[in-house]
């Protein structure tokens, strides 16, 4: 149980477009996801808290206008990145709130800008 | 601010050998406490957790940890390693209750030879 999935698994992009990240609870219901950021060979961390039906609340220095966060049901939130740069490409991680007062983490979305 | 620390980046360990990977916070409230585990392609899982009680945690996988309040400390051990060990660890803390953020540490890289 508890199992979060992530689509896509990976994604290429030009310069300048914008891609939608989907995170999806598959078997409870989240009122509240994250969102994070892992750079290689280090931590996580965490770009945003998202409430379903509410606006989502960005830690220090993350841009809102550069990543919009929808968290419009109990089982999607969504992540999109707005005119990505090739700085941009990362590892994106999900988690979701799920039984246990635990968070969930999805599988991850590596993301390439060109 | 919040911060976890881990001490070790990387172990390397032979099959058999016992684990210890420490962790410790910067936070005078009631924290809850996790580790995580992410084997190598695959995405964090739950490896313990501790919010009250026993400060003894057992997890799964053979793993256990030892809250030391006094210490701030949440170390990770398990008594005889495996290979399929091999995996970076992460210890997190969160501000006790409902589903406030996770603060991560830098993650130890543990590798175990056979």
């Known amino acids: 149980g508890a199992v979060v999935s992530q689509h896509p698994s990976r994604v290429i992009c030009k310069s300048g477009t914008s891609v939608k990240i989907e995170c999806r609870s598959l078997d409870f219901q989240a009122t509240t996801m994250f969102w994070y950021r892992q750079f290689p060979k280090k931590s996580l961390m965490l770009m945003a808290t998202?409430?379903?039906?509410?606006?989502?609340?960005?830690e220090q220095g993350v841009e809102k206008d550069k990543f919009l966060i929808n968290h419009a049901s109990l089982t999607l939130s969504t992540l999109t990145v707005t005119s990505a740069h090739p700085e941009d490409s990362s590892f994106y991680i999900c988690?979701?709130?799920?039984?246990?007062?635990?968070?969930?983490f999805g599988p991850g979305t590596r993301l390439l800008v060109l | 601010a919040q911060s976890v620390s881990q001490h070790n980046h990387h172990v390397i360990l032979s099959e058999a050998a016992s684990l210890e990977l420490g962790c410790n916070y910067s936070?005078?409230?009631?924290?809850?406490l996790f580790w995580y585990v992410q084997y190598p392609g695959q995405h964090l899982q739950l490896l313990l957790k501790y919010f009250s009680g026993d400060p003894l945690v057992k997890g799964i996988k053979g793993f256990e940890a030892e809250f030391i309040k006094s210490k701030f400390s949440f170390n990770l051990r398990k008594p005889s390693v495996q290979w399929s060990d091999t995996a970076e660890y992460f210890c997190?803390?969160?501000?006790?209750?409902?589903?406030?953020?996770?603060?991560f540490g830098a993650g130890t890289r543990l590798a175990v030879h056979p």
């Open positions: 988690s979701a709130g799920g039984p246990g007062e635990t968070q969930y």
């Open positions: 997190a803390v969160r501000l006790s209750g409902g589903y406030n953020k996770l603060i």
């Open positions: 936070y005078g409230g009631t924290v809850n």
């Open positions: 998202s409430n379903e039906g509410s606006k989502a609340t960005y």
